[in-house]
């Protein structure tokens, strides 16, 4: 059944085209107003934008007292991706040439020795410029009288280059002879390193 163009719709189309505005206005509106709302999971920009960081005090561990012969491999291995990465080439004591490289994280330096040829790739050194570390009790900005206390039982050495305050410690029953710096500013822990003394 054709009707005229300037034919009145019936009834029963014009609560049919009710209900079509109807069901889009709903749609529209809920549209609309989920807009406004927070996602229900969201999402934390700085989380997003902050890149993954070692934990130090698993690193110190591994790099002090190794669990087994494959430990430093596995956590060099698991490590995040670094902010920087700097390399060099070095001549060991015994003639040997190494590749030193540092990898940079926010508030943490992680430096390994890599010997070549095969051999382990040694992690030497951390450094922690934020944050603390919980095993050594010790915290970045913490004050300085504090931090040296932690050493008062280590080998004092003439403080290395940039350090204010150097240690020797060699007794601790569990993890090998290392060497620690210290660096002060207004009175408050800047920076610590730890050093692994190599062969």
């Known amino acids: 059944m054709h009707r005229p ?6 009834p ?3 609560r049919a085209t009710h209900v079509l505005a109807a069901g889009l206005g709903l749609i529209l509106a809920v549209t609309l107003g ?3 709302r ?8 700085e989380a997003l934008a902050a890149p993954a960081r070692p934990d130090p005090d698993t690193l110190l561990s591994v790099m002090l007292a190794p669990s087994g012969p494959d430990a430093v491999e596995n956590a060099l291995r698991g490590l995040p991706e670094p902010l920087s990465v700097t390399s060099r080439t070095v001549v060991g004591v015994h003639g040997n040439v190494a590749e030193i490289s540092e990898l940079r994280y926010e508030g943490l330096e992680v430096t390994t020795y890599d010997l070549g040829g095969g051999q ?3 992690l030497v050194a951390l450094e922690l410029t934020a944050g603390s570390m919980r095993n050594h009790d010790l915290t970045i900005g913490m004050d300085a009288a504090r931090a040296l206390s932690r050493f008062a039982d280590a080998r004092s050495l003439p403080a290395a280059t940039g350090a204010s305050a150097s240690f020797s410690v060699e007794d601790e029953p569990l993890s090998a002879p290392y060497q620690v710096d210290l660096t002060f500013a207004a009175g ?7 050093h692994a003394y190599l062969d």
């Open 120 to 122: 382990r790739t040694l």
């Open 34 to 36: 989920a807009c406004g």
């Open 38 to 45: 927070p996602a229900t999971n969201p999402v934390d920009p």
């Open 188 to 194: 408050r822990l800047s920076a610590v390193a730890w």
């Open 12 to 14: 029963n189309e014009r």
């Open 5 to 10: 163009v300037s034919a009145q719709p019936t």
